[in-house]
Nanobody, 113 residues
Framework: QLQASGGGLVQPGGSLRLSCATS????????LAWYRQAPGKQRELVTR???????SYTDSVKGRFTISRDNARNTAYLQMNSLKPDDTAVYYC?????????WGKGTQVTVSS
């Protein structure tokens, strides 16, 4: 299972750190990803980290967001800096490996003054 946390209300320019705690999976084998879904929009891939630590980001968050993983804690993180109103969305974590894919419940991030 996956449990995302750390969302909240933040002013533009602020920061948040999301966590994705996992259990019941062989965490070291899985690629971890963060998706987001804004109201009225489709869910989009924000960032991904492979089981070897390679990362990728959607263009709109490059230089502002950082994904990381702690294999000892079976947890993935998303550090979000310089937040913008357009970052407002429900953020979901995903774990995927050879045809298996697991989703956590989302955590709301609202960027507003």
């Amino acid at each position: 299972q996956l449990q995302a946390s750390g969302g909240g209300l933040v002013q533009p320019g602020g920061s948040l750190r999301l966590s994705c705690a996992t259990s019941g999976i062989r965490f070291n084998f899985y690629a971890l990803a963060w998706y987001r879904q804004a109201p009225g929009k489709q869910r989009e891939l924000v960032t991904r980290i492979t089981n070897s630590g390679s990362t990728s980001y959607t263009d709109s968050v490059k230089g502002r967001f950082t994904i990381s993983r702690d294999n000892a804690r079976n947890t993935a993180y998303l550090q979000m800096n310089s937040l913008k109103p357009d970052d407002t969305a429900v953020y979901y974590c995903n774990a995927a490996w050879i045809g298996s894919s697991y989703w956590g419940k989302g955590t709301q991030v609202t960027v507003s003054s």
